[in-house]
Nanobody, 118 residues
Framework: QVQLQESGPGLVKPSQTLSLTCTVSGGSITNSNYAWNWIRQPPGKGLEWMGVIAADGSTDYSPSLKSRTSISRDTSKNQFSLQLRSVTPEDTAVYYC??????????WGQGTQVTVSS
């Protein structure tokens, strides 16, 4: 069974870059059957899909976040990462990494709270 674990700072200052890493165990991020997402949930709001990195390393992003978001990977460590630039307090959320199969998240990390505040 695949397990995902998010890691990164819990507090980021406005205008800085939020950086998170997802470590995957029990399966390879290069497995062509799956893709790997970042999803977030702001307080009191619904889930928001941020972007995806496929097994071949190609990426796709939410149009509303595309200008500020980058997803990359380190296949040697079986990790993929999120960078969100120029953050504001509106980027405060619980951030999840997920494994996607047929465009549906099927495995989730436990989530990590990130607060944007000075």
């Amino acid at each position: 069974q695949v397990q995902l674990q998010e890691s990164g700072p819990g507090l980021v200052k406005p205008s800085q870059t939020l950086s998170l890493t997802c470590t995957v165990s029990g399966g390879s991020i290069t497995n062509s059957n799956y893709a790997w997402n970042w999803i977030r949930q702001p307080p009191g709001k619904g889930l928001e899909w941020m972007g995806v990195i496929a097994a071949d390393g190609s990426t796709d992003y939410s149009p509303s976040l595309k200008s500020r978001t980058s997803i990359s990977r380190d296949t040697s460590k079986n990790q993929f990462s999120l960078q969100l630039r120029s953050v504001t307090p509106e980027d405060t959320a619980v951030y999840y990494c997920t494994k996607q199969s047929y465009r549906v998240p099927v495995d989730w990390g436990q989530g990590t709270q990130v607060t944007v505040s000075s």
